[in-house]
């Protein structure tokens, strides 16, 4: 994989990791970019674009896993705060 789809693969984790989501979006579509500029390079029947394309697929799979996971944890987050706030209105109100 050529050192620019590597270091945009290496900064797309990291965003996602750290749950920079603009980041993540921004980071997505240059390693798509670049990745689709890496792959029209090469010629026809090169083997490295089985490896390649399979790369980017895996690496933009983990990071929508990435994203929804902690999505997901935050909606919790809301929902029980939500809950523990009507329980204190509710004993304030008593």
Same mark, same amino acid.
């Given at each position: 994989?050529? %050192?620019t789809l590597d270091q945009? !693969?290496?900064q797309l984790r990291q965003a996602a990791e750290?749950?920079?989501y603009g980041e993540v979006q921004r980071l997505?579509?240059?390693y798509g970019k670049a990745a689709e500029a890496g792959l029209k390079a090469l010629p026809p029947g090169d083997p490295e674009f089985t490896r390649i394309a399979h790369a980017v697929r895996e690496t933009? %799979?983990?990071s929508l896993i990435m994203v929804r996971a902690s999505? !997901?944890?935050y909606a919790g987050e809301l929902k029980r705060l939500a809950t523990l706030n009507r329980y204190l209105h509710?004993?304030?109100n008593h």
């Open positions: 994989m050529p %050192d945009l !693969e290496k750290s749950r920079l997505a579509v240059a933009l %799979d983990w999505r !997901e944890g509710s004993v304030s």
